[in-house]
């Protein structure tokens, strides 16, 4: 079986919580052949840890390095687009984690680099690789008429999860202009998206992007992409919202938001006449958290409840299984940058409807 030789950029949480363990129980389909970050010391950890030696802090020059087959691209998501290009011009296949990118110029050019290199370009959606998901997907498609669909994300601040359950390196080394300039990005990239707002609806904008980008791909995957966005509110500075998506012959309500519980509140439903299915998330933050399905349905006189529970292999696990498939097997992964491209569009949809608030 060939190894995929693969370069991690940015080291951060969602590295050490998930890819770099997770790469680590997959040593027949990958090996860390090389680490980045902008902390020099987070970068002498992790590469002792995993026993990486080729260490760098600048991404532009991991993606040089001639055996690397892929590039991970988990920093911070101002630098997705760039860092992703950067790895394509030089004939990697990327694996981006969410957000692609916060902005359509970006999404464009990060397909055009794809193309030109003739690479593999995948969006790390873990939700939609949940055994429990691609089950439900095959449910809803049996079902006779649609009649409701329901996706909510109440989520505990991260670091509550994670202060219990997980160690993770953090070191105060990042120099002070990078900051700035992470922030100047941001703003830029913010405004160049949906214009110039209130601090609110940037707030709103970037939780869609973030914790919004799971629930709504996984809900375009499962019931489609809405026609309009009927109505949306957003308050507590943009960091709590709703709305309902209006579809042929049915509407859907999704509302988000974080708190300060330590709970994961997460999930997909969808009713039709006699029947529900519903795919339950936990937090990401502890591999191993099953997601399960639930079937709900009507059946002469009984009314008939199932709960399943796939597997215990985390969604993460599954969704690099599948990016190894599609780079060594040649097909054309579902979560591509055009598919990205739908949240984009529909997360402009909701903050249209925000400015109208």
Request: aromatic share 10%.
């Amino acid at each position: 079986m060939r190894k995929l030789k693969v370069g991690i950029i940015g080291l951060g949480e969602v590295a050490q919580i998930t890819h770099l363990p997770i790469l680590q129980t997959l040593p027949d389909k990958y090996e860390v052949a090389a680490i980045c970050d902008i902390s020099p010391a987070l970068v002498k950890v992790i590469g002792e840890k995993y026993r990486v030696s080729n260490q760098y802090t600048s991404a532009f020059e991991l993606v040089k390095q001639p055996d690397l087959d892929a590039v991970f691209i988990l920093n911070s998501d101002e630098y997705h687009a760039e860092c992703a290009i950067a790895a394509m011009k030089n004939k990697k296949h990327v694996f981006i984690e969410k957000p692609m990118c916060l902005t359509m110029s970006d999404a464009d050019a990060i397909i055009k680099a794809r193309d030109e290199a003739g690479v593999q370009a995948m969006v790390g959606y873990m939700r939609r690789f949940a055994p429990a998901f691609v089950q439900a997907l095959e449910e809803v498609r049996r079902l006779e008429n649609i009649k409701y669909a329901r996706i909510r994300d109440i989520l505990g601040q991260n670091r509550l999860i994670i202060e219990q359950t997980s160690l993770v390196h953090v070191f105060d080394d990042i120099p002070e202009e990078a900051k700035l300039d992470r922030a100047a990005r941001a703003e830029r990239m913010v405004r160049e998206a949906i214009g110039d707002v209130k601090p609110e609806l940037a707030v709103a904008y970037r939780l869609l992007c973030g914790l919004g980008s799971h629930d709504l791909s996984a809900m375009r995957e499962l019931i489609g992409m809405p026609n309009r966005v009927v109505s949306a509110a957003q308050w507590n500075g943009g960091r709590f919202m709703n709305a309902i998506f209006e579809f042929d012959d049915f509407c859907a309500t999704f509302e988000m938001g974080t708190d300060y519980q330590r709970r994961a509140d997460i999930h997909i439903e969808v009713y039709s006449e006699r029947k529900s299915i519903k795919v339950q998330y936990d937090t990401p933050y502890i591999r191993h958290m099953p997601t399960k399905l639930y079937i709900c349905e009507t059946v002469g006189d009984a009314y008939v409840e199932r709960e399943i529970r796939p597997t215990f292999v985390d969604a993460y696990t599954e969704e690099l299984v599948y990016f190894y498939d599609a780079v060594t097997k040649g097909f054309t992964p579902k979560t591509t940058p055009e598919d990205y491209k739908n949240d984009l569009k529909l997360f402009n949809m909701i903050i249209e409807q925000l400015k109208k608030q």
